[in-house]
């Protein structure tokens, strides 16, 4: 069974920054596509960014300019740089991937994801 194990969330100020990871274990071969969602309380599960195999990102309009996802080299490891934090980015960022079918804007608005992450927690204070 694939799991999938984020990291890097902390409380951090508005106009901060931070780096999330996720990195996946058991299995070695690059999903097509890999990306971070993000929930937080009463509203609903909103995809944050995506990136296929060869690198084609996808963002939210609310990130876009501010996070950037990326793919480590040597694992199967995701990142999500993300600066000019806002109090309204306060969520719990969930790893997700998926093995078939590919990348795009559809995927990002659906969520359509066969694995995901427990999540870390972010949380930005004005």
């Known amino acids: 069974q694939v799991q999938l194990v984020e990291s890097g969330g902390v409380s951090v100020q508005a106009g901060g920054f931070l780096r999330l990871s996720c990195a996946a274990s058991i299995i070695t071969v690059n999903p097509p596509c890999m990306g971070w969602f993000r929930q937080a309380p009463v509203k609903e599960r909103e995809g944050v960014a995506i990136i296929g195999r060869y690198g084609d990102s996808y963002y939210a309009d609310s990130v876009k300019g501010r996070f950037t996802i990326s793919r480590g080299d040597a694992k199967i490891t995701l990142y999500l740089q993300m600066n000019s934090l806002k109090v309204e980015d306060s969520a719990m960022y969930y790893c997700?991937?998926?093995?078939?079918?590919?990348?795009?804007?559809?995927?990002?608005?659906?969520?359509?994801?066969?694995?995901w992450g427990r999540g870390t927690q972010v949380t930005v204070s004005s």
């Open positions: 997700v991937a998926d093995w078939t079918g590919s990348c795009g804007n559809a995927r990002l608005e659906g969520g359509d994801f066969e694995y």
